[in-house]
């Protein structure tokens, strides 16, 4: 039997730009490996560092939620951190960040809060992290608007 539930969390998914590009260039099995090894320290980040989650991993992609925006940004900034300075990656990753009241089943997130933070990385660019209106107005959010 599912919980359905619902909670202020933020919602973050991070996604290896050009990976289409680096499956032609290394060839399927090493840029599944890298993807992979990507993955793998990033949910060391957001797990061990930044008090988030990652719900799954989608083919080049991870989702995650965190209680406070603050964390997510945290994580945003420190993926990016990692990605320009350890360059064996060879990797360019977009981050999306939205905020505010998700539905959740068992756990895991799903439902318009979960769609508007894939369209929001789908907009950034390599390097970049994107983050919604909502994401800098929530209570647990450092981040001001001038």
């Excluded at 990652?54 to 925006?69: A, L, Y």
């Excluded at 990797?91 to 997130?109: C, D, F, Q, Y």
């Amino acid at each position: 039997m599912s919980e359905n539930t619902s909670k202020e969390l933020t919602i973050l998914f991070a996604d290896v730009a050009g990976s289409v590009e680096l499956y032609t260039e290394l060839g399927d099995i090493q840029a599944h490996e890298r993807i992979c090894l990507f993955q793998q320290s990033m949910k060391i980040l957001v797990e061990q560092q930044n008090r988030g989650r990652v719900v799954e991993t989608i083919s080049d992609e991870i989702m995650c939620v965190f209680s406070k925006t603050d964390d997510a940004l945290a994580a945003a900034g420190m993926i990016q951190k990692s990605m320009k300075t350890d360059r064996e990656w060879c990797l360019n990753v977009r981050i999306g960040i939205h905020s505010g009241l998700t539905s959740n089943e068992n756990g895991h997130p799903f439902g318009d809060m979960v769609n508007v933070a894939a369209r929001v990385v789908a907009v950034a660019k390599a390097g970049q992290v994107m983050f919604t209106d909502q994401a800098c107005q929530t209570p647990s959010s450092s981040v001001h608007r001038f």
